[in-house]
Nanobody
Framework: QVQLVESGGGLVQPGGSLRLSCAASGFSFAIYAMGWFRRAPGKEREFVSAISWTGGRKYYADSVKGRFTISRDNAKNTLYLQMNSLKFEDTAVYYC????????????????WGQGTQVTVSS
């Protein structure tokens, strides 16, 4: 059974940093593409970032490029999202997702999803 469990969310001031983690189990993590998405209050789900099996390819939404960094540790079956220079508009529930196919596209819709972790940017 595929499980994706996000952690690391919380309340942070504008300009601050957070690191999200996603612990994966129930599938061959090392051969799956992984990604992060988010849903802000009253808005549609938004693509944030994607990473290929080995981590050699990464793709970011323009809204987070230069501020967020996606990475993975295949030995630990864990995906990360380092978020720096956080803005009010980054407030959202952040979801981890997995799919056998990597897509460098904001239209990517992975097969498997976690339950999400809340990130709130507020002063």
């Amino acid at each position: 059974q595929v499980q994706l469990v996000e952690s690391g969310g919380g309340l942070v001031q504008p300009g601050g940093s957070l690191r999200l983690s996603c612990a994966a189990s129930g599938f061959s993590f090392a051969i799956y593409a992984m990604g992060w998405f988010r849903r802000a209050p009253g808005k549609e789900r938004e693509f944030v970032s994607a990473i290929s099996w080995t981590g050699g390819r990464k793709y970011y939404a323009d809204s987070v490029k230069g501020r967020f960094t996606i990475s993975r540790d295949n030995a630990k079956n864990t995906l990360y999202l380092q978020m720096n220079s956080l803005k009010f508009e980054d407030t959202a529930v952040y979801y981890c997702a997995a799919d056998p196919q990597y897509q460098a596209s904001a239209d990517w819709y992975p097969n498997y999803w976690g339950q999400g972790t809340q990130v709130t940017v507020s002063s």
